[in-house]
């Protein structure tokens, strides 16, 4: 019942135009999603499929973005470490690799003991928007969904700076997003 568009579909429109966001509001969409994740975060809820599909856009009285994070349909309880109020079971099984491609961790697709999925997955997807909002283009691209998987965990994308030279973007907002990827 809410009336508005996706992240999606916004950043569609924008990069239709020629453009991207600028970092103030690519900033204030970033803020509003983490404040959602870190309570999702501290109720040691991971989404696993965060994306701009998944953020809904609801202007306020003044115009203003404000962004409403969907869809926990594949979100884990972190192992040993739900609370009794919580979710009581995992919603998707061990080994299954459920998500978005182009916003998934190496860590979602790798599914090694050895790299645990927790809240820092989503994190990676943040960064991975971040990424796309400033630069308006995805930071791991392919042929297919599994190259795009592949680069995923054996590649460092370009930094925005040198991916958008012509955007303009601070080297403390490159930092920022490379280590949001890191």
């Excluded at 306020?60 to 962004?67: F, K, S």
């Excluded at 309880?77 to 009581?88: P, R």
């Excluded at 998934?104 to 003991?113: C, L, N, R, S, Y």
């Amino acid at each position: 019942l809410m009336e508005g568009h996706t992240l999606q579909q916004e950043i569609r429109d924008v990069t239709g135009r020629g453009e991207v966001f600028s970092w103030p509001r690519a900033a204030a969409i970033t803020l509003q999603i983490c404040a959602a994740l870190n309570v999702a975060h501290k109720a040691k809820v991971v989404h696993r499929d965060i994306k701009p599909s998944n953020c809904f856009c609801v202007a306020d009285e003044g115009g203003a973005d404000v962004i409403k994070l969907l869809d926990f349909g594949i979100a884990k309880v972190q192992a040993g470490e739900a609370s009794e109020d919580s979710l009581a079971t995992p919603l998707t099984q061990e080994g299954m690799f459920l998500g978005t491609p182009h916003f998934a961790a190496p860590e979602v697709i790798v599914q090694d003991p050895e790299w645990p999925v927790d809240g820092r997955v989503d994190i990676f997807a943040v960064g991975v928007m971040m990424y796309l909002m400033i630069t308006g283009v995805l930071p791991f691209q392919g042929c297919s969904k599994l190259d795009v998987l592949y680069k995923t965990v054996h590649e460092r994308p370009l930094p925005p700076r040198q991916r958008a030279p012509t955007r303009d973007i601070s080297v403390e907002v490159d930092a920022l997003v490379m280590t949001l990827m890191a």
